[in-house]
């Protein structure tokens, strides 16, 4: 079956360290996103991507980036964690079809503690 | 620029009592989609329904049901005869019509925190 899988699902890490995060979908989604979920914001968005070699800054990039080298895989990287960068992550993806909705999928998540 | 409000940021209640659950959206777009998520204590994202801004019709799925109202611009959710199984984080969000068919991002309300005692 199609998923979306993300890896770690939990890190641990130090303030100044760069840390990445994986994300895979097996749908051959041409869009994927990248959100952080903080209590008392929600979900927000960080990075999407409409294709490969394609990325876009969303509402919160700052400190963030994401590149996109294969349909499959949308790595979201911390370049110098921060501690207000402990959230949870969700990536997701979704379908291109034109004239339809395209669902987003939504990934398990990924809990990222930076102390 | 597109919002979400969830003024409710935690309701309680007792098992079998009815619960709403409120959002009020915000947006310039004439088509738009609305959402509802459930996110249980596992932290997974369900999704509930998927509302497009044409379709006004209150819907009802078992023990849940929407309300969907552009003149408030609102789309509450309902839940009849709770459980405690629907103890949970409910997030509404609202996604604007791109005319490709992609890239339709979404924007999240900042949730509300069932707990159904039993």
């Known amino acids: 079956d199609a998923e979306i899988t993300q890896s770690p699902r939990h890190k641990i890490t130090e303030t100044g360290r760069q840390v990445t995060l994986a994300c895979h979908q097996t749908?051959?989604?041409?869009?994927m996103f990248w959100y952080r979920q903080d209590l008392g914001h929600g979900l927000r968005l960080i990075h999407y991507s409409y294709g490969v070699q394609d990325t876009n800054k969303g509402e919160v990039s700052d400190g963030y980036s994401v590149s996109r080298s294969n349909t499959e895989d949308l790595p979201l990287t911390l370049e110098s964690a921060a501690s207000s960068q402990t959230s949870v992550y969700f990536c997701?993806?979704?379908?291109?079809?034109?004239?339809?909705?395209?669902?987003?999928?939504f990934g398990p998540g990924t809990r990222l503690t930076v102390l | 620029a597109q919002k979400v409000t969830q003024a409710q940021t935690e309701i309680s209640v007792v098992e079998k009592e009815d619960v709403t659950l409120d959002c009020v959206y915000e947006?310039?777009?004439?088509?738009?989609?609305l959402f509802w998520y459930k996110q249980p204590p596992s932290g997974e994202l369900v999704f509930l329904i998927r509302r497009n801004s044409f379709d006004e019709q209150n819907e009802i799925s078992g023990r849940y049901s929407w309300n969907f109202q552009k003149s408030t611009s609102s789309f509450n959710f309902t839940i009849t005869a709770s459980q405690v199984v629907d103890s949970a984080v409910y997030f509404c969000a609202l996604s604007r019509d791109h005319p490709s068919g992609s890239a339709r991002q979404l924007t999240f309300g900042s949730g509300t925190q069932l707990t159904v005692l039993p």
């Open positions: 997701a993806s979704s379908e291109s079809l034109q004239g339809a909705y395209n669902e987003q999928f």
């Open positions: 749908w051959n989604h041409n869009n």
């Open positions: 947006t310039r777009d004439t088509t738009y989609y």
